[in-house]
Structures are given as C-alpha cells and as structure tokens.
C-alpha cells in the first residue's frame, strides 16, 4: 500500500485542521491505520489509530478530547481531525498502515507502510 497525507499548513493556537491520509490499494480496508509526529528535536511520537472497520481507536493521552481519528474504507482514506490547537502540537504528521491482524499499536515499530508526512506548524 501507498499513503499520501495531506492538509498541514499553518494556524493560530485554539484553530483547528483536518488531515487526510489516501492510500492506494485494495486490501486498504484490511489495515490498521496510525497517525505518528514528529517535533523539530524530538522522536517520533504515537499520535492515534484506528481498526480496520473504523470501531476502535485509541490515542495518545496529549491528544485525546482534542484530535479524531477516523476513516472512510470506499474512499481508501484515514483522517485526522485536529482541534484546539496548541503550540506543542507543531511537527511533521505521518499516516501509517499495519497490515498485520492484531490489536491496535502505539509502537511504530509494527506499522510497515507510511507516508510521506504533512507539517502541522501552531503559533501561538
């Protein structure tokens, strides 16, 4: 599978944006699917995932109550809703793909396709 995140840009702290994550394939319906970042000097960090049928998700603690993940299998893409935006919030986003059955992960170890990246930058 291919993955092609898109819609970073720049917004003001307490904005929100929304980013999309296509990938190409058919067997994407069958794939888990993470959002990862990564911060200027930082390692990448776990942001979000979601099952297969979209059921289940999970989040990393900064960012539950504000992002959403979430997915639509008929157009092959995994979204990331983003809001209330905080400074801390700035890095490079990356969508990520598991294709093994197995419960949903933090680590980025297991997820074996990933995008591009999209920059996310939050003034303050």
């Known amino acids: 599978v291919q993955l092609q995140a898109s819609g970073g840009g720049l917004v003001q702290a307490g904005g929100s944006l929304r980013l999309s994550c296509a990938a190409s394939?058919?067997?994407?319906?069958?794939?888990?699917m993470g959002w990862f970042r990564r911060a200027p000097e930082k390692e990448r960090e776990f942001v979000a995932a979601?099952?297969?049928?979209?059921?289940?998700?999970l989040y990393a603690d900064s960012v539950k109550g504000r992002f959403t993940i979430f997915r639509d299998n008929v157009k092959s893409t995994v979204y990331l809703q983003m809001n209330s935006l905080k400074p801390e919030d700035t890095a490079v986003y990356y969508c990520?793909?598991?294709?093994?059955?197995?419960?949903?992960?933090?680590?980025?170890?297991?997820?074996?396709?990933w995008g591009q990246g999209t920059l996310v930058t939050v003034s303050s």
């Open positions: 990520a793909a598991d294709r093994e059955v197995r419960p949903l992960s933090r680590f980025h170890s297991v997820y074996g396709y």
């Open positions: 979601i099952s297969r049928s979209g059921g289940v998700t």
């Open positions: 394939g058919r067997t994407y319906s069958t794939y888990n």
